[in-house]
């Protein structure tokens, strides 16, 4: 069973569309998280939401929005995509007192 | 300002051999200190987490050691097989306690030869 899965696994899209990007964790998790690892290799963290609450929001442009339906999903969605947007993103997830985080393999969003 | 490097971006050896990876970072004063492994088209996978009252954490042939005077973490592999070939992450804690804020070094690209 997958742990931390997102999808889609790949996203090619034009510049000035919008997208998401879902996030699903059967581990039972409080906190799930979002990152960018750009073209080399720094991952970034952007957000952060624990029981629902958004608790990191690095600096992001707010053209960024996270929403999190509930503990197991956290989705991330994309208003008017720059050709800067092109990166892998990460869903991860961890449990409060537990300090390691189980990462999904990745979206790769490229912007034509 | 803060910053986490990672000793170099590629580290080549010959199978048998231990590996040795760095972290450094400035400006950070972090509770923990983390070492994850990335496959191609992977996301991280954790595999070791050291705090900063512990001076050597080992598990099978992984060793992580952190000197917070030193300001540096040092993750070994001993006798390194070709299956350890991957990208290797260094992460500290940030923030406040209990955000699970991390920030990641850059990787250290292990290639390990038969």
Known sequence: DTAVSQTPKYLVTQMGNDKSIKCEQNLGHDTMYWYKQDSKKFLKIMFSYNNKELIINETVPNRFSPKSPDKAHLNLHINSLELGDSAVYFCASSQAGQDLQHFGDGTRLSIL | ?114
């Open chain 2, 1 to 114: 300002s803060q910053k986490i490097e990672q000793n170099s971006e590629a580290l080549n050896i010959q199978e048998g051999k231990t590996a040795t990876l760095t972290c450094n970072y400035t400006n950070y004063s972090p509770a923990y200190l983390q070492w994850y492994r990335q496959d191609p088209g992977r996301g991280p996978v954790f595999l070791l987490l050291i705090r900063e009252n512990e001076k050597e954490k080992r598990k099978e042939r992984l060793k992580v050691t952190f000197d917070t005077t030193l300001k540096q973490s040092l993750f070994h592999i001993t006798a390194s097989q070709p299956a350890d070939s991957a990208t290797y992450l260094c992460a500290l804690a940030a923030g406040s306690s209990n955000t699970g804020k991390l920030i990641f070094g850059q990787g250290t690209t292990l290639q390990v030869k038969p």
